[in-house]
Nanobody, 120 residues
Framework: QVQLVESGGGLVQPGGSLSLSCAAS????????MGWYRQAPGKQRELVAT???????NYADSVKGRFTISRDNALSTVTLQMNSLKPEDTAVYYC??????????????WGQGTQVTVSS
């Protein structure tokens, strides 16, 4: 089974920074893409940022210029550097991986979520 393990969440003051990391392990044949999504109380889960196997990235408009997603060469680890955090960034952040478990089958996998709270 593919496992995605997140770390780095916590409490930070507005304007501060946090870095989230996600490590993929297990039955991985190939990683297509990885990314971060978030869900705030009372809201739908939304895309934050993704990076794919071709090194392409995309970001939600709300985080452009503030957040940066990066990856290692194998796409086994992805990080989200979050700067200039705002209270509205408060959410549970979930790591997502679109991953082949063998040469022909892929699926989306999710981490357990890590809480990011931006508050004074």
């Amino acid at each position: 089974q593919v496992q995605l393990v997140e770390s780095g969440g916590g409490l930070v003051q507005p304007g501060g920074s946090l870095s989230l990391s996600c490590a993929a392990s297990g039955s991985i044949f190939r990683v297509i893409a990885m990314g971060w999504y978030r869900q705030a109380p009372g809201k739908q889960r939304e895309l934050v940022a993704t990076v794919n196997s071709g090194w392409g990235t995309n970001y939600a408009d709300s985080v452009k210029g503030r957040f940066t997603i990066s990856r290692d060469n194998a796409l086994s680890t992805v990080t989200l550097q979050m700067n200039s955090l705002k209270p509205e960034d408060t959410a549970v952040y979930y790591c997502n991986g679109r991953i082949y478990s063998d040469y022909r089958e892929w699926d989306d996998y999710w981490g357990q979520g890590t809480q990011v709270t931006v508050s004074s």
